[in-house]
């Protein structure tokens, strides 16, 4: 392999794996926060247990996220250098904003709250919290906006003198469409994957007879926030579709497997075919569907690849690059594969309101089978909706402006990213297999029962044994 | 050198916040790396070493940040820099990144379960971890510093044409042996201001004498620097003897037990190298080793006049902002802590009903 299809491959395998904490970290913030404040305005002892307990598997998962991080700053020198510098003008700035604005917020105010809670006022250690919360939104939203330049770049000239492009319109860049509807999607996502989580954990131990008060709470609350969540991702879903039919047809032709721009363009659930165009793929569909979801209109055309990729020939002769299709079995299924994992993520949170309906506690065997399952679903239809969004725009590493091929560190061999490679999978596979188990080892033990009543008392008082070390 | 005449303000203003963002990580980050290093050394018991990783706990995160700010605005303010740099100098970054994922999972996981084997894995994380950057970034530096072999791509870019072993060459390696020695006397005397029984007097002790050794690394690889390295630059003498004068001092106040004085010093020491190295590297970010071919400068290697005005703007408000907030936790964390404090140490927190 080349250095180019490796460092691809590093590229896709360490976003991935940082991915699976991002979007825990994004929605269990606001979910522990929520918890806090609900026990900082009642008192409730079922509200402190389970802001400890949820707040312990935040921590844990926040740890993973926060070291696999680092490396997704430092790749784009190590590995994409010619990107780096062909973009560096604008790309560099929301990370840069990122870390000042976001990591510095999002970092200290979690070392307050971790181990602030028997120094400072209640209240003040309530809103470091929030702060922290806050902290993993802005971040998501300043990698969003510069992640959807690379989709859709904006506010930008081309510096024929230094042969790079420059940025000339910041607020382009931080306010187009793509982010704005890119960060309400992943975010919803996020909290999506949040509550199935808290609902399938709570689930588990309820159904156990643990904490019975604390975790009938939460599972309603993960319940309730997996459905909002679900509607909010399917809408923003949507227009993003809606979006990249415009912005990138190429993609979402590939998403759909249309080779030949028709109108009336049916949806296809499920195919059997080759997704090559040579056989047809429909084997479940739903006729002008396609049609709809891209414009609104069940009768409207929708491009075909072969159409797009005679077009971009002319178009973008000067890049060198000749087939400008993506791997079309990748986006389909990956495609495909978001949707309904995300849907029955959303579907286990409406089972879960009615099986806990009038103060019952849900007894199937079915239902606690399922709750050990279903915080993977979104958690996986996420990493889907990531391979389809940045496999789809392939052959682009900015769509129209550079090829990936063009972005890849010209002096950095295939030994050398090997090396790296190989790594960073070992050392990533490890960490999981420990993280995993320490997060199992979290819930069997349940949430504290046998709480101090006032978890602050004493505070400000000299000479205390410490409640919390490392 | 004609391109020297070519800097404009605001690009001098990013060079001189980007040694700025560096400072900021090494100060904060050194005593963290150099608390590391010592874990096995200082902290004989179990209570002793959680009691070690604890004055860290609140911080270290906080204090990485710095690595990454300075690092995306590398990337923002210069990117020619960030991409030559970082694609040059793949393998050793590739070590940093490898040690500072093991070493952040360490910290955070190693208490939260009982099981001695468990806990002696994460120390090695934590040593290997803490002792790799340390000893890395100077390597990094003085080959900044010293100007490596550069080439010129056809499409007109200068990317780094020399080898990884180029990278080791005996000038680079007595930088990384200054920043290990400088950051773990740092970490000492951090240690010894914020603990108190067994381990504040260990600590003591050994600033005390690892201080000695850094001071003979750092007196070497910085009259070496001025002399070979220097680009002509002389004013760059004064932070380097008040970098010496501030180290004595550090070593002197730590003899006398005057740990606040002491750390500050010591923090003014690593903060007046960096002034002193950024100055001799000026107006170059990365020499060529020749002096002669292709290089990348202040002036050639920095993004838009319009990217640095906004960055600017974002960098005047938001670095105040965060150094009062960071200012805060380290007042929130003052109290010393000290092995007696650690209720039964060999538990994880995972373990105790209540944490």
Known sequence: MSALDLSRWQFGITTVYHFFFVPITLGLSWLVAGLQTAWYRTGKEKYLSATKFFGKIFLINIAMGVVTGIVQEFQFGMNWSDYSRFVGDIFGAPLAIEALLA?????TFLGIWIFGWDRLPKKIHLATIWLASLGTMLSAYFILAANSF??????YSFNPENNRAELNDFGAVLTQNTAIVAFVHTL??????SGALMAGISAFLLMRGRAVDAMRTTLRMGAVVTIVAGLVVAVSGDQDAKIMFQQQPMKMAAAEAIYETESNVPFSILTVGTLDGSTANCWLCIPGLTSYLATGDFGATVYGMNNLQAQYEQDYAATGITDFKPNVPVAYWSFRLMIGLGGLGTLFGIWAL?????????SSKWFLRSAAVVPFLPLFAISFGWIFTEMGRQPWIVFGLMGTQAGVSPGVGAGTVWTSLIAFTLLYGVLAVVEVKLILRTIKQGPPTNLPADPYAGAGTEDRPLTFSY | MSQATDVNTLQLVWFALIAVLFTGYFVLEGFDYGVGILLPVIGKTESERRAMITTLGPLWDGNEVWLLTAGGALFAAFPEWYATLFSGFYLPLLLILLALIGRGVALEYRS?????TWRRNWDYAIVIGSFLPALLWG????????????VTQPAG????????FDLLNPYALLGGLTTLTLFVTHGAVFLALKTHGTIRVSANKIAGQIGIVAAVFAVVFLLWSQLSYANGTTWTWAPTLLGAGFFVGALIANRLGREGWAFLASALTLGMAVIALFGMLYPYVLPNIDRVGPALTVANASSSEYTLKIMTVVALI?????????????????KRIGAEDIVDAEKGSLDEIYS
């Open chain 2, 112 to 116: 939260k379960h009982a099981s001695l």
């Open chain 1, 354 to 362: 009615w099986a806990t309906r009038r103060r019952r506690i849900p």
């Open chain 2, 318 to 334: 938001l670095t105040p902002i965060v150094l009062m907030y960071q200012a805060w936790t380290y007042w929130v964390f003052r």
């Open chain 2, 139 to 150: 390597v990094a530096f003085g080959n900044i510093v010293r100007g490596v072999t550069l």
């Open chain 1, 150 to 155: 690379m989709q859709h770049p904006v506010g």
């Open chain 2, 157 to 164: 870019n200068i990317i780094y044409g020399g080898s990884f």
């Open chain 1, 103 to 107: 990591f510095f917020l999002e970092s």
């Open chain 1, 188 to 193: 919803s996502a996020a909290f999506l994957v």
